[in-house]
């Protein structure tokens, strides 16, 4: 039985960031990640909006931060069992091997919204249908596509949405469609783009000027209007039926390329630690024990919770939390 002050679940950048706060208070911590790298998440995206800031970079930083004598990092690494014994958190991996810490950090993250379960945007079935997370790898130059004439970006895939069970909204897909459009038009600068909305949520700092700049400097069109449909046409393309709810008129628009913006669930892991725990909550999310005076506690002791295994955060939300849960983590320890 090997033992650490802190054993974190997780080991994206709410992991990270956790980890290193914690290091610097002179705490031992192991990172358990079930992937064979770390990152989480920020490894799907080549820029960061609103400043195209390079992913590669913030994790480079990240990773950084945590080489040195107090983090531990375990990746490939499953949890099989976790309990409590003696005021100890004890947890059994996948390799058998044995871990106890007193205090527990979940930062199991969040996974992207499946668009193959949104049947009527052909997603899967037409090769010109993809989501935002294909589209990094178009624009990092990870994986090449014909250049487009017209582009479609669909917002709200898998959020708000009664029809697959989520109310909410995953926050980050309309700023991050504003970026992306403005990369599609810095790469192919004779396309043109369009960005159907249910409604733009610019709440950052910066955001609505982004949006301002997309229209006035790189003519992009942004359409409030809900897509019902998107169908393939005989010379291989796809045609998008749309209503125009400003106008309220039926709109067709034949695209060479349509994006789905995916929102933002529950992971895998965060839902079975959740019931294992006890402390799911909205969503299959972790449950915070108050989410505006003890965010990173649970209703157990010793167990916190950061970043998007809780909720929809942006980057610099989730590293504020992992930032809190620590200093929350480090008052408990002493």
Known sequence: MQHFDTIIIGGGPAGLEAAARL???????????KDPALGGKLLLWDKLFPDFASSEELLHQLIENIKNDNVKVSLNTGIKEIENEGGLW?????H???YSAKA???ATGFDVFDASRKEEYGYRIYPNVITSVDLEKILSGEVSHAE???VVFIQCVGSRDEKVG?????KNCCICAVKQAIEVKEMYPNSEVYCFYMDLRMFGES???LYRKAQQDYGITFIRGRVSEVSPTYHGQVQIKAEDTLLSRPIRLTADLVVLMVGMEASEGTVEIGKKLQIGGNYDYFKSKNQHLADNLTYLDGIFV??????QMSIPETMKDAAAAALEINNYLN
Do not use: Q, W
């Open 23 to 33: 290091s610097k208070f002179d705490k031992h911590v192991l990172i358990i990640e």
């Open 90 to 94: 004890n947890i059994i991996d996948n």
């Open 96 to 98: 058998n091997n044995k």
């Open 104 to 106: 527990l950090l979940l």
């Open 148 to 150: 487009p004439k017209k």
């Open 166 to 170: 989520n109310h909410f909204c995953s």
């Open 207 to 209: 955001y609505e000027e």
């Open 306 to 311: 950061a970043g998007t295994s809780k909720r």
